[in-house]
């Protein structure tokens, strides 16, 4: 079974408006994270934001938010104001547990195209 | 900031060779990664490491072998390269800190040809 699902492949936006990217997770373990990450056209992964299972309140940098929401297991990407600068790949990564495991479940991504 | 270099980004090799992709880290992590990204199949991890000398497997381990002689280095080894390694190749490293919020922080990434 898939531990992250990122169920939008591909994603048209026009400038200025708001961006929602969905991410849903899928874990029995109380203690885990959740990460975005952003891959332009050049390959480079650009850590966004994070959310811990435990955070009282959503992650917010910048121009970027995570509306978690924790019963429903999803963890969606919040791009306000979008820019032409914001096409690119986005992954929602996850990681159980504490201690010695560092890996991290990756989704298959999401191709956001911000049109002007 | 944190940087990671890999030490190249565009790499074409023959089917049969022994390469070599090299990854460095300048920010004291104890955790390195290496992933492969090909197309709808998002990141595979290779193989990580979290200390000198250790070494884990990750999900697709056949066919690679990994190196880490020095804490800042990782280096992922083809040991004979064949056409179905053809892909980008990304590095990355952490904190091994017991909280869930290190992030892992990337190179830009090798796009490995084999002919």
């Known amino acids: 079974a898939q531990k992250i699902t990122q169920t939008q492949p591909g994603m048209f936006v026009q400038e200025k408006e708001a961006v929602t990217l969905d991410c849903t997770y899928d874990t029995s373990d109380p203690s885990y994270g959740l990460f975005w990450y952003k891959q332009p056209s050049s390959g480079e992964m650009i850590f966004l934001i994070y959310?811990?299972?435990?955070d009282q309140q959503n992650a917010t940098e910048g121009r970027y938010s995570l509306n978690f929401q924790k019963a429903r297991k999803s963890a969606n990407l919040v791009i306000s104001a979008s820019q032409l600068g914001d096409s690119a790949m986005y992954f929602c990564?996850?990681?159980?547990?504490?201690?010695?495991?560092?890996?991290?479940?990756w989704g298959a991504g999401t191709k956001l195209i911000i049109k002007p | 900031d944190v940087k990671v270099t890999q030490s190249s980004r565009y790499l074409v090799k023959r089917t049969g060779e022994k390469v070599f992709l090299e990854c460095v880290q300048d920010?004291?992590?104890?955790?390195m990664f290496w992933y492969r990204q090909d197309p709808g199949l998002g990141l595979r991890l290779i193989y990580f490491?979290?200390?000198?000398?250790?070494?884990e497997k990750g999900d697709i381990p056949e066919g690679y072998s990994v190196s880490r002689e020095k804490k800042e280095r990782f280096s992922l080894i083809l040991e004979s390269a064949s056409t179905n390694q053809t892909s980008m190749y990304l590095c990355?490293?952490?904190?091994?800190?017991?909280?869930?919020?290190?992030?892992?922080?990337f190179g830009d990434g090798t796009r490995l040809s084999i002919l």
């Open positions: 990564a996850m990681r159980e547990g504490w201690g010695s495991n560092y890996q991290l479940i």
């Open positions: 990355a490293s952490s904190f091994r800190g017991d909280d869930s919020n290190q992030p892992q922080h």
């Open positions: 920010m004291d992590h104890e955790n």
């Open positions: 490491s979290y200390d000198v000398k250790m070494k």
């Open positions: 959310q811990g299972s435990y």
